[in-house]
Nanobody, 128 residues
Framework: QVQLVESGGGLVQAGGSLRLSCAASERAFSDYAAGWFRQYPGKEREFVAAISWGGGNKYYEDSVKGRFIISRDVAGNTVDLQMSDLKAEDTAVYYC?????????????????????WGQGTQVTVSS
């Protein structure tokens, strides 16, 4: 059982930046793809970004390409999401996830069923 703990959410003005971090409790976290999803009130959790087990492949939802960067520290068992040029529509609860795959096509990683473990979520609010 991998426990994931997110941090770094908060309130920021439009155009600003935030960095989300996720720390995993188990070394096995580094053997699988890691990623970030977000959820709007009353909506399904949706894919934001993912990174393969070794960090060599990165995947992004179209709406965040060029603004968000995902990275991971394999030795430190962490995955980060650097968010820049934030927009009001980025306001959501962000969840860190650990996939059941080391790497996969983005179409597979987009599915919540491809993820074994989730953090508790961290709120990101962008004021316009």
């Amino acid at each position: 059982q991998v426990q994931l703990v997110e941090s770094g959410g908060g309130l920021v003005q439009a155009g600003g930046s935030l960095r989300l971090s996720c720390a995993a409790s188990e070394r096995a976290f580094s053997d699988y793809a890691a990623g970030w999803f977000r959820q709007y009130p009353g909506k399904e959790r949706e894919f934001v970004a993912a990174i393969s087990w070794g960090g060599g492949n990165k995947y992004y939802e179209d709406s965040v390409k060029g603004r968000f960067i995902i990275s991971r520290d394999v030795a430190g068992n962490t995955v980060d999401l650097q968010m820049s040029d934030l927009k009001a529509e980025d306001t959501a609860v962000y969840y860190c996830g650990s996939s059941r795959y080391g790497d996969a096509l983005i179409g597979i990683l987009r599915r919540t069923g491809s993820w074994n473990y989730w953090g508790q979520g961290t709120q990101v609010t962008v004021s316009s």
